[in-house]
DNA sequence: AGAATAGTGTCTATAAGACAGTATGCC
DNA sequence: GGCATACTGTCTTATAGACACTATTCT
């Protein structure tokens, strides 16, 4: 039995004001490789599993390095193996797809991050990343896209308070198309995910909407038997 | 880097006969562990992935070897990699789920063929198995219960021709609950993923219904960018 | 004819979408 | 007051479910 590489990268999602627009739009962080194989290409954030090392645990280092911060939501997306995937060697990589709060990143300026070899890019403008990874990061994106439309994930993606509309607007930039307010405004109340907390958002420039918090009893996403992987475990127990 | 070793291991899904009732039940071919950790429990069947081989491909060697057909549905479910998950030493298992049609189980009475060793089980009277198999079997009757209410995977289960009576009592038997017959029929002619043959079923006890086939246009699922899987590729190109 | 399943019709409840209309704060 | 957004009301359409009813074949 030849050794096989087992490898864990990771699609990060955060919502980044657009550089032309401004407005907020869906982004990925990638890490441009320095070395041979596809070296100046961009790729997925992600490393060798360590064999002490839960798969979700490995998935979270890659996250603390390219955005130095604890993800929102972290869902095991699809393990690649394809034999000649790699042309240095077989590698199996398990692939993770997470959601991170804009308002948590902020920038990084301590010497261990190398911000000229990590950029984000807006999720419908990625060049053509190394490896198999531009179907990875469309995989990931189709089911992040799927997974918004009948789940509450979209908070992984927003603060701790925000507006409907605010709500709205993660939903359209994932589904990168306009939603009606008024009938986006019924069901997300009729879901139960949301809870008004009784405030409203003063300083803007027209009436002031009422704030909602997520309802923390109810979870982001129902995955079945298998619940939300936890990157950073108190202990060493997980699947 | 200390190697891991990679296993494939495959939760198979096919109608059979009850033992008790005769009528069809899910069920699931389980492996005898013939050697430590766990001999003596019945397991899922799987082993290592050959260092040339996709991942669905090894996935479709467990298939061969312990139902002797090739399955008309495959699909990845997850890949578990708990540091501690087998006594051993380190073991990282991509699962994934097949469907394989009765008429093409037949008995096999080869002599590579070991029957003591392996056996079907009704997939609601699962015995305590090896490892974390216990969960995997539950995560993967989630995952083909959920599919089978959105998607057209239960052709997977059935032959050629069949009637709408048939086709309902196969997602009866995975949902474990009855369907009304005729919104069922409604549903099924509506989504177009049926047609009718133009023949009818002679030889039974009442009215003859109508024989439909599957639209062979159209997909079992929708995996998105990902299409099937598909176990034994022509060449040696896949994911 | 009667039994049993095949197949159709129809009513109700629910939800999504379109869109008109009202409310309220800032300029 | 005007404007932009917040928020409500209501109509249409599609679909799921319940269930009554008709059709056809075999015994």
Do not use: C
């Not at 701790?160 to 709500?167: G, K, P, R």
Request: net charge negative.
């Amino acid at each position: 039995m030849r050794a096989i590489g087992l490898a864990v990268s990771t699609v990060i999602f955060a919502l980044r004001p657009h550089p032309a627009t401004q407005r907020p739009a869906l982004s990925i962080p990638l890490v441009r490789r320095t070395r041979e194989p596809y070296a100046g290409r961009w790729a997925l954030p992600g490393g060798w599993v360590d064999p002490d090392e839960s798969l979700a645990a490995s998935a979270g280092r890659t996250l603390v390095e390219t955005t130095g911060v604890r993800p929102s939501y972290l869902e095991q997306l699809y393990t690649f193996g394809a034999p000649d995937r790699s042309p240095t060697g077989r590698v199996v990589s398990v692939v993770y797809w997470a959601l991170v709060r804009p308002e948590q990143i902020g920038e990084r300026t301590d010497a261990a991050f190398d911000s000229v070899n990590v950029r984000w890019f807006v999720a419908d403008d990625i060049p053509h990343l190394a490896f198999d990874h531009d179907r990875i990061v469309e995989y990931s994106l189709w089911r992040l896209r799927t997974k918004v439309e009948y789940t509450a994930i979209a908070q992984g993606l927003l603060g701790e308070t925000f507006t409907l509309s605010e709500l709205r607007q993660v939903h359209e930039a994932v589904l990168d198309r306009e939603l009606d307010p008024a009938n986006f405004r019924r069901q997300a109340e009729a879901s139960g995910a949301v809870v008004p907390t009784g405030e409203r958002l003063t300083g803007g420039r027209h009436r002031p909407p009422r704030l909602y918090r997520f309802d923390t009893s109810a979870a982001l996403a129902d995955n079945g038997p298998l619940g939300a992987d936890d990157p950073f475990p108190p202990s060493g127990e997980e699947q």
